[in-house]
């Protein structure tokens, strides 16, 4: 056993001797083993476990990692839903010192109850009852208020109820009823309500952490946390949550300063820290920071730049040819008979919008379908399709995923062709339909190999490649890789591939298959391999970054090599993480706001064994704007610092589903949007004829 002491015994070994409550003579002996600089890893970790008491001594609750504040919740009744707001905090070594990294975070419950939602879902379907309760409640994370703990739901026991019994650890049997009556001094209504399964996590098991097999939970007890995708596609409710959830910078800055008040203020929390020398600063932590200018943008024989504060360029784009425009001469438009007026209108406004930005869009090959069911669509594809074909649009009533699947399946599998899945009331309304028409038109012309805008890239000869991964809905445990690599000077053009994981298998396979196919076709191309790669793998945990370092990049490396003999490599390869707590707030004489997308610290908050920087690259309208870090865990390009945060914001405006700067370099979100979509609606990897294409936008 190791014990950790904030003072240093007198003796190096130390003996005491105490009783047992049988009176039994023991003796327990202290030996000096180590002292620890207080920025040691093992330091860094137990301020972290003392700052866990200090939370409880806000009275706040631990939800998982972290910490919230049930008594200040929110409800928010038209949705049955409530907020508890609370804090996600970190103690870590970052340049110069010890820092906490606190930021506001709220935890969303619902107000009503799993035992609630099976009675909706047995009310409204009795025959496929348990089938639809197995879909929704499996994989959803549950709070059981008696004990505010979280848990996994993996299944559901029909065969168990709350009159079963079970075994304590002391191996006598007591019913669930019971059980709950004299420990959570907690009633059971429904005696018929089957039990949710939820089994150790793997991390708990290979921990060693004792405790059941498999734990049953009753549903009456348990509420859902967090949002599902059901209420993340409904404006409405996200509308409402964000009003709560969303913080602007002073408001940020505010609550932050009050957590810090409360704390010096807690008798029992200080106590905490002063047992172990340690306190906390009264005020955030201000930093030093730069700011890179607007870019210079370009399509075809027009420059022009943008207005820093907001990023958005949609103005100055408005009627200006494309860079490079591909014609649309041969293209089916499928329909169902409700959407034939709409259809018409939009057909003739694209055909109108097109021609300003320099794409000639004929009439296409219009479809009326006589219903709208899945395999109307399909077989429409089957029949009409040709050769020379070079876009299926598929006009559709509403967005259910099982007929947007089939179409992208038959579409990126079967018969390998871009395509365009509208939904009927996008291209319903009136006034905006030159608006929608536009955005689609440029959408088109990108699917068909065409570019809308580019920046200047100063290194010749550069390779930029976006990793990034999914999970796939198909199949629990395999994961999907998006792999994009640039092909031309401006990083406009693309070359794609995707690959599976499965539990147990390196994603370095995949990887090296993707390079290779990327590095041959960029030789076909441009005549010669590229000079410099740069590699932005984005999907990778803090935890999973020396796997990347030992086992990913060695094999990358090993490929191009194989390709390419001679010297190694010019190769650099960035890490990008999003989901980080970080915020940064601009502090101009006083007054707070969001920092302009340009923003770069890369001192003071950054860790002395990391090679990073923080950049804020886009422009939010509510709440405060989340940093992007930058990893860079291998560097043998030969780029100067500075270089390498210039050319990342410069890829941040690349993306061209949006007229604006984006939160993560171009590639990388290509790379994701590949993934998504081979994870969510097609399961396999496209056909290779759409590899050169931005098909998946």
Not at 413 to 422: A, H, I, K
Request: hydrophobic share 35%.
């Amino acid at each position: 056993m190791v014990l950790f002491l904030p003072i240093k015994l007198e003796r190096t070994e130390t003996v005491f001797t105490t009783q047992t409550k049988r009176g039994e003579n023991i003796q327990i002996t202290i030996k000096l083993t180590n002292e620890l600089p207080p920025f040691s890893g093992v330091c860094l970790h137990m301020y972290n476990v003392i700052f866990r008491k200090v939370m409880g001594s806000l009275n706040m609750q631990q939800i998982g990692r972290h910490y919230f504040n049930p008594d200040n919740k929110i409800e928010v009744r038209q949705h049955k839903l409530e907020i508890w707001p609370g804090f996600i905090t970190s103690i870590s070594q970052r340049e110069t010192h010890i820092m906490l990294e606190a930021e506001v975070s709220h935890k969303v419950l619902c107000l009503s109850t799993i035992l609630d939602e099976l009675y909706d879902l047995f009310h409204a379907n009795r025959s496929s009852f348990k089938e639809q309760a197995t879909k929704k409640l499996v994989g959803q994370i549950v709070l059981t208020k008696y004990n505010n703990k979280t848990y996994r739901v993996d299944d559901i026991n029909w065969s168990l109820n709350p009159m079963s019994k079970f075994k304590k650890f002391d191996g006598s049997e007591i019913s669930y009823v019971d059980y709950y009556a004299q420990v959570y001094e907690r009633k059971i209504t429904d005696l018929e309500q089957p039990l949710l399964v939820s089994r150790p996590k793997r991390r708990e098991v290979r921990a060693g952490q004792q405790g059941p097999e498999v734990l049953h939970l009753i549903p009456e007890f348990c509420t859902v946390t967090g949002i599902s995708d059901e209420v993340r596609s409904n404006f409405t409710v996200m509308k409402d949550l964000a009003q709560h959830t969303r913080v602007d910078p002073k408001n940020r800055a505010a609550t932050l300063n009050r957590f810090l008040h409360s704390i010096s203020n807690n008798k029992e929390a200080n106590s905490h820290l002063e047992r172990w020398g340690l306190s906390l600063d009264n005020n955030l932590m201000d930093i030093q920071g730069r700011g890179l200018p607007a870019e210079q943008l370009s399509q075809r024989n027009f420059k022009f730049s943008y207005d820093i504060r907001t990023a958005d360029w949609s103005r100055e784009t408005r009627g200006k040819p494309v860079q490079t425009a591909v014609n649309l001469d041969d293209w089916l438009v499928i329909f169902s008979p409700r959407d034939k007026a709409n259809t018409q209108d939009f057909v003739q406004t694209l055909i109108r919008v097109c021609g300003p930005i320099g794409m000639r869009v004929n009439q296409p090959a219009l479809i009326a379908l006589n219903g709208d069911r899945t395999e109307n669509y399909i077989q429409a594809i089957k029949e009409k399709m040709t050769q020379r074909t070079q876009m299926v649009c598929c006009i559709v009533p509403n967005n259910r995923k099982d007929r947007y699947d089939a179409i992208k399946k038959q579409c990126c599998l079967e018969m390998p062709v871009p395509s365009q899945v509208v939904v009927g009331r996008t291209i319903a309304k009136k006034q905006m339909l030159m608006s929608v028409a536009t955005k689609i038109g440029m959408q088109l012309n990108c699917k068909l190999g065409g570019e809308l805008w580019c920046v200047h890239n100063p290194v010749p000869g550069l390779m930029v490649i976006g990793i990034d991964n999914y999970h796939d809905s198909a199949q629990r445990g395999r994961s999907v890789c998006g792999f994009v690599a640039s092909m031309n000077r401006t990083l406009t053009r693309y070359y794609s591939r995707c690959s599976f994981q499965t539990p147990g298998q390196e994603i370095v396979d995949g990887l090296r298959v993707s390079l290779l196919a990327s590095l041959k076709k960029y030789y076909e191309i441009n005549g010669q391999f590229p000079a410099k790669i740069i590699v932005y793998r984005d999907g990778v945990g803090e935890g999973q970054t020396q796997a990347v370092r030992d086992h990913e990049i060695p094999q990358l490396i090993k490929c191009i090599q194989g390709l390419i003999p001679g010297k190694e490599p010019l190769l650099t390869v960035i890490v990008v993480r999003k989901r980080i707590s970080t915020r940064l707030i601009l502090n101009n004489n006083g007054q707070l706001s969001n920092p302009p997308p340009g923003t770069i610290v890369d001192s003071t908050v950054t860790k002395p064994e990391k090679y990073d920087f923080f950049l804020v690259s886009q422009s939010v309208r509510q709440g405060t704007v989340t940093p992007t870090n930058y990893d860079i865990i291998w560097d043998n390009a030969g780029f100067q610092p500075d270089q390498y945060q210039r050319l990342t914001y410069k890829l941040t405006h690349l993306y061209y589903n949006w007229p604006g700067t984006i939160r993560v370099p171009a590639p990388c979100q290509y790379a994701h949007k590949l993934a998504f979509l081979v994870g969510q609606s097609l399961h396999r990897e496209p056909r290779i004829e759409l590899a050169d294409r931005l098909f998946f936008l």
